[in-house]
């Protein structure tokens, strides 16, 4: 299975912004809700933002009101524009269908994310 390939990573100050982007495959992207995930060291992998084909989305609680989550169906690219960005928001970044964390098990194949640093 091709894995997803997260960029747009690096390092920020408190309040500044980045914006992320995954390719993904076809067998991956076309039939599913997309997910962005992130894993902060020592801590497991937990769900950020969801977007179903047609649009619809969800965001966790400690990222609503300043990521937004979108997609190209035409590229097989789901983005996330993170602004207000806090230190506690530093992890890796990870896309991946979604409902592939459950209950706090990691499934399915993973890309190698993207680094996101965010400095106070």
Do not use: H
Not at 77 to 86: A, E, F, G, I, R
């Amino acid at each position: 299975q091709v894995k997803p390939v997260e960029s747009g990573g690096g390092l920020v100050q408190a309040g500044g912004s980045l914006t992320l982007s995954c390719a993904a495959s076809g067998s991956i992207f076309t039939s599913n809700a997309m997910g962005w995930y992130r894993q902060a060291p020592g801590k497991q992998r937990e769900l950020v933002a969801t977007i179903t084909r047609d649009g619809s989305t969800y965001y966790a609680d400690s990222v609503k009101g300043r990521f937004t989550i979108s997609r190209d169906n035409a590229k097989n690219t789901v983005y996330l524009q993170m602004d207000s960005l806090k230190p506690e928001d530093t992890a890796v970044y990870y896309c991946n269908r979604d409902g592939l964390v459950r209950a706090g098990v990691t499934y399915g194949v993973w890309g190698q994310g993207t680094q996101v640093t965010v400095s106070s």
